[in-house]
């Protein structure tokens, strides 16, 4: 399996970015998959989900800013961002939903740093 997410990187507040995730190793075009983010000394919280028909939800924190699709003949999940804000500052992941597992811990592969700063 492997997941790799990017894309991120420093932006002023207000302004936008559109972070991609590559994924492999599974049966992607049937998985609901999402993106997730993290900072240093926080939990990982779930962002954005879209369905495998395209069906997507997100956290109430970014209602409206975010949007997150999907093109499962690439198996590619991508996440664009507008209206940063600087509490948006984390490193991003992507995963299916609920978190591949590894072992009985959730495989994470690698994120991307989303920086909202001017």
């Known amino acids: 399996v492997q997941l790799q997410a990017s894309g991120g990187g420093l932006v002023q507040p207000g302004g936008s970015l559109r972070l991609s995730c590559a994924a492999s190793g599974i049966n992607f075009s049937t998985r609901i998959m999402a993106w997730y983010r993290q900072g240093p000394g926080k939990e990982r919280e779930l962002v954005a989900r879209?369905?495998?028909?395209?069906?997507?939800m997100y956290a109430d924190s970014v209602e409206g800013r975010f949007t997150i699709s999907r093109d499962n003949a690439k198996n590619m999940v991508y996440l664009q961002m507008t209206s940063l804000k600087p509490e948006d500052t984390d490193d991003y992941y992507c995963n299916t939903w609920p978190p591949i597992d590894d072992g009985g811990r959730p495989y994470w592969g690698q994120g991307t740093q989303v920086t909202v700063s001017s």
């Open positions: 879209v369905l495998s028909g395209g069906l997507t």
